[in-house]
């Protein structure tokens, strides 16, 4: 079957959780770990004749984020009401926004580029209360009742929908991870919370249906959900039967989508302005004071180390969209490492030893002075880059430094010509048919080189022994008579 | 005892009398003649006694005396009260206490006032008779027979009664003025933004406002000016500005829009009579406000549509009536919401809910609020060349409890007092003459924040009535 294009549109909802409050009362904003119904009030339990009143910070980190999106923002915004019974509203309607019927949102328009430079546009940007959490006692299915836990309720959630840019499930990915790099940079949400970044997505196939999948719990199960999506509609469609307009759920479980409700059974949510608040109005002056105090976002990061440092883009790219990596490589350059040695390490190894180790970036025994040290002894010749490697490993679980590994282990490189002489003299003596075919074979000088370092256990200068082995084969082909 | 007035009460207080005894006496003759009216429904014996004896000793130790010192307030029982059961007039709220006190209240108390207990209403004040309550209606002071107006029938009739001298009631779409009018009070819907809504349990948030209800002029501007003010839990709350007053004499403009359709030969008579009398001390004219003739379908409109968004809360799960669970959540809240509600409420939130369906909303609540801006404009190109616009507060004189039975009917007696909720202007409602022995009241209205227009041109009609 021919290759069908496929549209990709995702719907994030970042909570504001560098917020103190919520959205429109004084209650903590941080829920977690806090027991169930303590963090409320009359206006987040929507307790009769109480009103909301909108936390102006909250529209600052929405103008922030709006800024770092390029988007749009609008000169005067407005609540809206959507109306819906459900448990985890405490007054059936989510105070939210809306773009249209007379509604403004905070922002609309916008881009994003992911890595390899692809521009994925914003299509709108907007303001919303985040509704409670339900909970169950054992399972869903046999939990005789449904908890709720209303700390949650009201909590100032940014809802982000684009546009269906996105071509396949990993460029999906690779948005999320951007935008939580920019969120986070910019100190208003932190997507390693659980719940704090969550995602809906739609999908067609061929410019055919869109089908839209809900309950994504993290950026893995997006690309999941996705590619098992894309399989199912390419089955449905191969046996020409229509894809339905439907919304999905996904089951992080089985790792299957399953029918939700048809569009026909869509709610209608009767969206009206929210009579108890005012339109905001947003002057240039209060956004031009929020783009003065930005910080320098993932983007222009990257160019930076570009510049500055000459870095590879792939480099320059993974390190910039990562807030924890970007300050570890500016803490390792600030020490007096090399800044492209640094990134290779950081690109390379240090990121799938880390992941290897279940540690986060921001662990402490994952400091500055080690990478910087490794790097030096590399270019000291001190080590090699293979011992490097499993100095590198061992610091980061034991916390000893590398210099100290080095030492303790003895593994500082043999640059003893005199020494080495030796064991390439031994190693030919083992292989003497290896050493007939070196003569006319590059894989075999390597062959031997691998020998010696063996015999050595990794120490051995890579580029002396080269030097050596090459000398003495020259030697044998020049009929030098064996001394 | 003939009831004096809040102001000459306050300095017999301030200057002496003991608090407790004047509301003991307050307690004793709502306990004898209240049975009759229905105007309370929870009278708050307890803490309006123990607020007495701690003002008593405030004066004695020579603390400052607020501006409402000693005086009791009936306060509509949609306003919330902290510690005392706020009702709505719902049996979905029969049980509700709420934790808190609405700033009115706050505001009340720090000016040394007493709730002395919570007034009858239609419930959730959709209604103009008071007939709609859970617990009952309440009667006309002036008459037992007829109805006291609504949907603050309760405040009107306490006031009528001399239970309380001032009270508190709300306006959506004339629940001040029509109980005003039909008990011979005064009441203020004020200029939308003047008076914090935090505490109102809301019927339709972008038309109402809390307004002072008084025997006179005088003891309303008192209550008005406790409880007026910018208030930060208040969103559409505004920062308070005061129209200057000319010097030169008022002129009134009357729209001939006021006296269609509906309004009662009678209450036309009585009207155009005192305005005719009025017209020696001020410049009286006919004018037109075309808009006018749409206002009333524009009200139900945009009132009922918020209303139905309003009440969605009502579920029964965190607070109010719990009836039987059902198989599923749905089921339950369907149970508590059929069980906790009226007829009228039910038959608004069905309406507000339709005028807001896709495929209705242009046709309806967008058309609404287009209709809407045609009056405000209407209005604010009629205060160019007039200082106050005037008119009947009600189309009809008070009918009796029962009488009037199809709800169309009803909404038809909110036709003069709409306009000034959708225009966000304020509005008073003044006692002008009696007509076949039952009490008509004159409404005037005034630009945005021209409340102390309305109580200057408010004592005219004292003088003249």
Known sequence: MAEVPIRIGLEIHCQLTNLRTKLFCGCPADYRGSPPNTHICPICMGLPGSLPSPNKKAIEDGVAVAIALNSEISKRMTFFRKNYFYPDLPKNFQISQYDGGGGVPLARGGYLHIEGGKRIRIRRIQIEEDPAKLAYEGTIDDSTATLVDNNRAGVALLEIVTEPDMEDPKEARAFLEKLRGILECLGVSNGELEGAMRCDANISLGGGTRVEIKNISSFKEVERALTFEITRQRQLLARDIEVRRETRHWDDVRRITVSLRAKEEEEDYRYFPEPDIVPIEISEDFIEGIRKRLPELPDQRRERYIRQFGLQEHNAELISSDNALSKLFEECVRMGGDPIEVSNWLVGDLISFTRELGMELTDPRVSPSKIVELVKLIRSGSISTKIAKEVLMESLRSDESPEDIVKRRGLLKISDEALLRDVVEEVFTENEKAVREALHDEDVVNFLIGQVMRKTKGKADPNLTYEIVKGSLERIKGGAPDS | ?465
């Not at chain 2, 708050?44 to 005396?65: F, T, V, Y």
């Not at chain 2, 009528?160 to 009070?185: K, M, N, Y």
Request: one cysteine or more.
């Open chain 2, 1 to 465: 005892m003939l009831p004096r007035s809040a102001i000459e009460t306050r300095e017999e207080l301030a200057g002496g009398a003991s608090v407790e005894e004047y509301v003991l006496s307050l307690l004793e003759r709502i306990r004898r003649e209240d049975p009759k009216i229905n105007s309370f429904i929870t009278i708050c014996d307890g803490p309006a006694i123990e607020a007495a004896k701690a003002l008593d000793r405030k004066r004695r130790e020579g603390g400052k005396l607020g501006p409402l010192f000693g005086l009791a307030v009936a306060v509509k029982d949609n306003i919330c009260t902290k510690g005392v059961r706020t009702t709505c007039g719902s049996r979905m709220l029969e049980g509700f206490v709420p934790p808190y006190d609405a700033t009115v209240i706050r505001r009340l108390k720090g000016a040394d006032a007493i709730v002395i207990g919570k007034t009858n209403m239609d419930e959730f004040a959709m209604g103009s008779s008071t007939e709609n309550s859970y617990f009952g209606p309440t009667r006309n002071p002036l008459d037992p027979e007829r109805v006291a107006g609504g949907s603050s029938g309760g405040s009107a009739a306490a006031v009528a009664s001399a239970f309380a001298p001032l009270a508190l009631g709300s306006d959506t779409g004339g629940s001040v003025r029509c109980p005003a009018s039909f008990c011979s009070i005064v009441g203020l819907k004020p200029t939308y933004g003047t008076v914090s809504r935090y505490g109102l349990i809301s019927y339709a948030n972008s038309l109402e406002q809390i307004g002072p209800m008084a025997s006179n002029i005088g003891d309303c501007e008192l209550l008005f000016d406790v409880i007026r003010g910018y208030d930060p839990r208040d969103n559409t709350s505004l920062p308070q500005k005061r129209v200057e007053i000319g010097e030169g004499g008022l002129r009134i403009g009357v729209p001939k829009e006021f006296f269609m359709e509906g309004v009662q030969e009678a209450v036309e008579k009585c009207v155009r009579d005192f305005l005719d009398k009025m017209g020696s001390l001020v410049e009286v004219e006919e004018i037109s406000l075309p808009s006018l003739a749409y206002a009333l379908p524009t009200y139900y409109i945009i009132a009922m549509s918020e209303a139905s968004s309003n009440l969605a809360r009502y579920d029964g799960i965190r607070y109010g009536l719990r009836g039987e669970d059902g198989s599923d959540w749905n089921e339950t809240y369907c149970n508590n919401r059929g069980m906790g509600f009226g007829q009228e409420v039910k038959r608004r939130i069905i309406l507000g809910t339709y005028a807001l369906s896709a495929g209705y909303r242009n046709r309806y609540y967008i058309r609404a609020q287009k209709i809407r801006t045609l009056i405000r404009e209407d209005f604010e190109r009629a205060f160019k060349e007039f200082d106050l616009i005037a008119g009947p507060t009600m189309p009809v004189l008070p009918f009796r409890i029962g009488e009037k039975l199809d709800p169309v009917e009803v909404y038809m007696c909110d036709i003069e007092t709409v306009p000034a909720n959708l225009a966000g202007i304020p509005a008073i409602s003044v006692p002008c003459g009696m007509s076949q022995g039952l009490p008509v009241g004159l409404q005037l209205m005034a630009p945005p924040f021209g409340e102390e227009l309305l109580f200057r041109a408010g004592r005219i009609v004292e003088e003249l009535a």
